[in-house]
């Protein structure tokens, strides 16, 4: 099965429940590890991998965090979305290495959701 074959089947098959709730803005979202627990046994399915790449982009005065999210199959194909998220001026009660990880998993969960549809 090619990779772009096993694609369809993935977005096709994968489901994953908005579990999560934020109390302050009072909506349910899911987060990058809940997308990847649930994708983990679809991938092992169709012999696959998820990797993340992760850069760091300055525009002007902000950083943005690139995120490449690839599916490869056993033969070594592959397919890569990309993804930005830019990091806050000041996040209250948060160092910048916590800024620059929430703004990582935040462009990694986008570069999944762009993959998986």
Do not use: W
């Amino acid at each position: 099965m090619n990779i772009r074959e096993i694609l369809f089947n993935i977005q096709q098959e994968l489901k994953s429940s908005k579990n999560l709730f934020n109390e302050f803005a009072k909506f349910n979202y899911r987060n990058l590890e809940g997308i990847l627990a649930d994708l983990k046994p679809i991938l092992a399915k169709y012999n696959c991998t998820i990797t993340f790449n992760d850069k760091i982009v300055n525009v002007g005065a902000f950083n943005y965090i690139e995120s490449t999210a690839t599916l490869t199959n056993k033969e070594g194909e592959t397919i890569s979305v990309t993804s930005f998220a830019r990091e806050d001026e000041n996040k209250a009660g948060m160092s910048a290495g916590q800024m620059t990880g929430c703004s990582s998993s935040y462009s990694r969960k986008y570069a999944l959701c762009g993959l998986c549809a």
